[in-house]
């Protein structure tokens, strides 16, 4: 391992902290303790439409309960107003990227819509795959406008990486065609505010769930797109199960730390009951964070 690598926890305010969260930060956490490294806590507010000021409240709120501080910043100084680790606060960040981007490489709108895919798929009898979209709007060149998304031209060829919980890993940069950076409601994506975000603030190991793998490969060609020399290393984890092995998500209202905390249960019983999830225990039981992290070692 090398030394002092810098991760982060990067919730969404979309809802409520729940256990797959929890699950995160152990492992955040944990490699990050691992390599003597530190947390960045990030707001990951890109969606507009589906970021909520109260969520965030929320969230803030529950990692203090959970006893869960990030290095930098601590959830006063988010609470206290405009924050670098807050994206809905830095719209210049990204529009600055945007353009270094646009110089870098082809970035286009696009107007192909899920029938588009279908009638691609119908002609064609296979489903689209990348790079580039089945309406070839980067050829018709299209104005730039709202209600079309803008995709970045990032080439063909696979992106491998050494995951350090997968090992070697490898994947198509444009599975399904050019990444988009910024949607039809003109929010800028996840994958191209994750990549802008972990090069400045100088995020070197991402942690995060397996059902990121395939996004991976476009997230490195964009970090180097954009100017990063070395882009980050990843680390997947399991995502959290049921007892019968179905996937739980946020939805779940099981899952939900404030109200698990509400109803008397304590962040002992959380720590155990996720990284039990997600394979660190056998069995659920209660566990301090600090014994979570262990569970990496
Ligand atoms: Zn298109």
């Known amino acids: 391992m090398t030394g002092g690598q810098t991760t982060r926890f990067a919730p969404a305010p979309t809802g409520r902290l729940h256990l797959g969260h929890l699950a995160n930060a152990i492992y955040v956490w ?34 203090d309960r959970l006893g ?3 290095d930098e ?4 100084e988010l609470r206290a107003g405009p924050s670098s680790y807050r994206q809905s606060d830095n719209g210049a960040v990204y529009v ?35 790079p580039g979209c089945p309406g070839d709007c980067l050829a018709r060149g299209l104005d730039r406008r709202p209600g079309l998304l803008l995709r970045a031209s990032l080439g063909d060829r696979d992106e491998r990486w050494d995951d350090l919980l997968l090992g070697a890993r490898s994947g198509p940069v444009s599975p399904d065609g050019d990444l988009p950076v910024s949607d039809r409601n003109g929010n800028w994506t996840y994958a191209f505010c994750v990549v802008v975000d ?43 199960r049921g007892p019968d092995g179905s996937k739980l998500s946020k939805a779940d209202g099981a899952t939900a730390i404030g109200a698990r905390l509400d109803a008397g249960h304590t962040r002992e019983e959380l720590f155990g009951e996720a990284a039990a999830m997600v394979g660190l225990l056998d069995d659920p039981r209660p566990i301090t964070f600090d014994e979570a992290l262990h569970l990496l070692a």
């Open 68 to 70: 869960l501080a990030a």
């Open 73 to 76: 910043p601590s959830t006063d």
């Open 198 to 240: 972990d090069t400045r603030h100088g995020v070197d190991l991402v942690v995060r769930g397996e059902d990121l793998v395939d996004a991976t490969p476009a997230q490195i060609r964009l970090a180097r797109r954009l100017g990063r020399a070395t882009p980050p290393r990843f680390a997947h984890h399991p995502l959290i």
């Open 96 to 130: 600055a990227a945007f353009e270094r981007l646009a110089t870098a490489t082809d970035v286009y709108a696009c107007d192909c819509s899920r029938t588009t895919f279908a009638a691609w798929r119908a002609r064609n009898d296979r489903a689209w795959t990348g």
């Open 30 to 63: 944990g490699l990050a303790r691992r390599s003597g490294g530190r947390v960045l806590l990030r707001i990951e507010d890109h969606d507009r439409q589906r970021c909520r000021p109260e969520y965030e409240a929320a969230l803030l709120g529950d990692l």
